[in-house]
C-alpha cells in the first residue's frame, strides 16, 4: 500500500477562522462544524483548536461524534445536527449537549431525562424552509417553538434553518428559504424571540455570498 498523509496547517485554520469572524460580527458568533471527524482532518484535535480560539460553539452529525469530543475533554456547547432517537435523551443530557430539535417526540424524551437527571436539556430548534432533509415543517415550526420554551427542564436556546443552495449568488430558492425563515421570526412572540440567543442560518457557502444570512435576526441575537 501506498503511505499516504494529512499536513495541517492551523495557522491557515485560524486564517480562515478570523475571516469567517469578520463576516459574521465577531469569533463568538461561529459555530464550527466538525462532522465527519472533522471532514477527515480530526475531529479532537480541530475541537481543541477552536475552543483555545474562542468559538461559541461546535456542531456534529450525531451523539457519538459529540460524546468523543466531551471524552477528549472539549468543553464547548457541542450541537448534534441529527434529530436524535428519544433514546439518546438521556445521554444528550448526561453530556450537556446540544440536540437540534425536529420532533415533539424528541422534546418529551429530553424533558424526562432532564427531570431524571436535575440538568437542564438543551436544544435549538431546527425549521425545514425548503431543505428537505431535517426539521420541523414551516407549519408546524411555531407550535414545537412554543413547546420547547415552555416544557419543564428544557432550555430552548435558538431556532435554525439551512439553506439548501446557498452556492450561487443569483439563487432564488435561496432567497425564498430565508423569507420563509424570516417570516417565522416575526410571527414569534416577542417575550419567546427575547429568550432565544441563536438565531442562525448562514452554512460556509452563506458566509461568503449571502450577506443578508449573516445579518440580524439570522446571526447571534446577543
Known amino acids: 500500500m501506498t503511505p499516504v498523509w494529512i499536513e495541517l496547517d492551523l495557522s491557515a485554520l485560524r486564517h480562515n477562522l478570523k475571516w469567517v469572524a469578520g463576516r459574521v460580527g465577531g469569533i463568538g458568533r461561529v459555530w464550527a462544524v466538525i462532522k465527519a471527524n472533522g471532514y477527515g482532518h480530526g475531529a479532537r484535535e480541530l475541537g481543541k483548536v477552536f475552543e483555545r480560539e474562542g468559538v461559541a460553539g461546535l456542531a456534529v452529525v450525531s451523539l457519538e461524534e459529540a460524546v468523543e469530543l466531551r471524552e477528549a475533554r472539549v ?6 445536527l441529527n434529530p436524535g ?5 438521556p445521554w444528550m443530557v448526561r453530556y450537556g ?3 437540534s ?3 415533539p417526540e424528541m422534546l418529551y424524551a429530553l424533558s424526562r431525562a432532564a427531570h431524571a437527571q436535575g440538568r437542564p436539556a438543551r436544544v435549538h430548534v431546527k ?3 425548503g431543505m428537505t432533509r431535517l426539521g420541523v415543517s414551516v407549519g408546524r ?5 412554543d413547546r420547547a420554551t415552555s416544557l419543564p427542564g428544557v432550555e430552548c436556546q435558538g431556532i435554525f434553518s439551512h439553506l439548501a443552495t446557498a452556492d450561487g449568488i443569483q439563487n432564488r430558492f435561496a432567497v425564498e428559504q430565508l423569507e420563509r425563515f424570516r417570516r417565522i421570526w416575526g410571527q414569534i412572540p416577542s417575550g419567546v424571540r427575547n429568550r432565544l440567543e441563536w438565531v442562525h442560518m448562514a452554512n460556509s457557502a452563506a458566509v461568503a455570498l449571502w450577506p443578508q444570512a ?7 441575537v446577543r
Open 141 to 145: 415550526a411555531l407550535e414545537l417553538l
Open 97 to 99: 449537549l446540544v440536540q
Open 101 to 103: 430539535l425536529s420532533t
Open 75 to 80: 468543553r464547548l456547547p457541542i450541537l448534534v
Open 127 to 129: 425549521v425545514d424552509t
Open 214 to 220: 449573516v445579518r440580524k435576526p439570522f446571526s447571534g
Open 85 to 89: 432517537f428519544p433514546a439518546e435523551a
